[in-house]
């Protein structure tokens, strides 16, 4: 398994497409500091009566759930478009060693550059915020907790990696996931309360504030929240691996 | 060693194998023969776990790929060069290979200095020819030192020297006590490399052979040119041979065309010194003796016709 981990490793940061991705999560920055800074203006133009800044995480959570989703992506639809799958199946046991290898390899990989990034966007939240009394400081137990779920919450970056393995196509694999992530987000404007709060609350962004504690975040604690960000994962994980394990290379 | 035990392999409504059992020993070069779309490919992807058998089984070094410890210490292949991923360098593909398997930087240096690509180790695959993918997926096959090689179409791509490269390494594979499998759609390219013969068409074994068989077994006649034809096929056939005149039919590779008052025979079942002999003591002259060999190429199209 460490074996395989070395292997999935060098894999991941031989190729030009994963600096690529990570580069691009940068753009959740831009966004949070765009964000914040006009929340701030209009704090300042009418005062104390808009939504606040807070942490700032809410503005990029949809766009970082996509990118490093795009990182689990790519760690083997690459593979599957050039046929190197089969090489790759050739070298390891069991087909669902490799699946496990990769997925231990992209979520450490998102959660890392998760935290980092959650913590950048939040000082840059706050940079925009100034002093003004609409942010978030980190002594708040509720700010510090929704960074650092933020950046946990990464890791379900193996959604992308599951997709990837089921459609076997790198274009299908990205709409599959930015469906997925998106679209409660969408039906649940169209459905009457509570269904609307329920289904809002199942997206990977929300079910990440809610891992955090972060106050009306969604309709599930911190527990239930973990509990059903892991099924997602692990439900994924396991359909990937009865397919590569069952299917034709 | 390579065991095929009554393999069948269909797709969807396509019978891509049927009931081929074979098997390859270590210390020879197998060559495994076929047409386009003979399901050569389709047996290694097998042989290789890599896709289930309908029904059969494929066993390498007596247990099913996907039981193997240590695989890429038993089991080498190379199935398509292009298949890779072009982003990475030489070296990162072998070593994240090498790491897969538990092996060291040092076997990567080695295969890499094997097939001849230190040079191009860390330029990036694609940039590659296809010589060099070539070069470069053989390199993988042997990076973990396996005794069973597994290589579908090796040659594809290479130029005359990495070809006279390959072939000299894969007989000295073999001569080190390993396994080697090799597909070729071209009975004169594998018959130059290989041991051993197993030849399918439509996914069924025609023939499970060796080249020196294979070319006794299609033994061709003997050309005689003579002014006296009419006599000296009279005199042969009373010998027991088999006479054919109608060489307009044929096409002869002839070192001058037959002149006037000359006539051709083909004749099967004397050899060339029996025929001079009978044609002397019979006084028959003869312009032309020419024993003739069906190319293997030939006789590869006549068995999967």
Redesign the interface.
Known sequence: MI??L???W??LR????TAYVLASTLSALALTGLAAFSVSRYFDTHGAGGEPVGTGLGFSADLTAVLFGLLGVLAIS??YG???I?????????PWILLLAKAVVVATVAAVVGQALAFAAYLTAQAAVGGRPIGASLSEPAALSEVLATGVGSAAAVLGLGLATLLRSTPGAIVALAGLLLAPTMVERFLPAPWNDWTGSLTVPSLTRQLGGVPDSGAFGPLAATMILAGYVLLTLLAASCAIT?R?? | MIEVLDLTKVYGSTRAVSGLSFHAEPGQVTGFLGPNGAGKSTTMRVILGLHAPTSGRALINGVAKRDLRHPMREVGAMLDATEVQGGRSAFDHLQALAHAGGLSSRRVVHVLEEVGLTGAARKRIAGFSQGMRQRLGIAAALLGDPGVLILDEPVNGLDPDGIRRLRALLRSLAAEGRTVLLSSHLMTEISLTADKLVIISHGRLIEDTTVAQLQARFVGDVLVRSPHATRLAGVLEAAGATVRRDTAAETIPRSAAPSAGEEELLVTGLSAAAIGDAALASGCAVHELTPRRASLEESFLELTR
Request: hydrophobic residues 40%.
């Open positions: 074996n395989l070395a292997s999935e060098l894999k031989s190729l030009r497409a690459g593979e050039t046929g190197m089969r090489l790759t199946l050739i070298t390891v046991g069991r069952r034709d290379a």
